[in-house]
């Protein structure tokens, strides 16, 4: 089965970058998706098809996708941006999940 | 107002049977693919299942395959999972979410609805 793997961990100070990786056999061939999810809430999703930003979403998250690696860049980071990210992609109609990171914002 | 509201979770012994439904408000149900995606404890997030507007496309998680039925009423704005011969593994808080086309982004998420094992 298709599996993406995700740092468990990522720390940040306030106002720098942080970047969270995905990795995934030839995931770069595929769209990836990613979501935020704070203590006690429900899953939002901040990059969808690589890059791209729903509505609402501030201009500080973006997003790549090339090879095997996708990653996801948080731009001057704020202490509301502490909270796990996953990364998700579809292996034919399979829905797969990313392992996981949280972000920490020191 | 864009709402799932997901119900039908609480105590279950395992190998019994439980249903879950999600009922969607405030937009068009039928332009939407729907899934349930579950997360144990402490966890991650995992797939569990997925079915097209129509219902003519449907999949399965490995893990719940032959177990779980997913299907949905479009008339009654309302999605459901059949989850039978549960396991302690299926233990968690299960959420409905819905995307655009089948396989693209989960763009909203209802809040959840928890299955816990009874003793």
């Known amino acids: 089965s298709y599996e993406l793997t995700q740092p468990p961990s990522v720390s940040v100070s306030p106002g720098q970058t942080a970047s969270i990786t995905c990795s995934g056999d030839k995931l770069g061939d595929k769209y990836v998706y990613w979501y935020q999810q704070k203590p006690g809430q429900s899953p939002v999703l901040v990059i969808y098809?690589?890059?791209k930003r729903p509505s609402g979403i501030p201009e500080r998250f973006s997003g790549s996708n090339s090879g095997n690696t996708a990653t996801l860049i948080i731009s001057g980071t704020q202490s509301l941006d502490e909270a796990d990210y996953y990364c998700q992609a579809w292996d034919s109609s399979t829905g797969v999940f990313g392992t996981g990171t949280k972000v920490t914002v020191l | 107002e864009l709402r799932l509201v997901e119900s039908g979770g609480g105590l279950v012994q395992p190998g019994r049977s439980l249903r879950l439904s999600c009922a969607a408000s405030?937009?068009?149900?039928?332009?939407?693919?729907m899934h349930w995606v579950r997360q144990a404890p402490g966890k991650g997030l995992e797939w569990v299942s997925g079915i097209s507007w129509n219902g003519d496309s449907l999949d399965y998680a490995d893990s719940v395959k032959g177990r779980f039925t997913i299907s949905r009423d479009n008339a009654k704005n309302s999605l459901y999972l059949q989850m039978n011969s549960l396991r302690r593994e299926d233990m968690a808080l299960y959420y409905c979410a819905r995307s655009p086309t089948y396989a693209s982004a989960f763009d909203y998420w209802g809040q959840g609805t928890v299955v816990t094992a009874s003793s």
């Open positions: 405030g937009f068009n149900f039928d332009d939407y693919a």
């Open positions: 098809q690589d890059n």
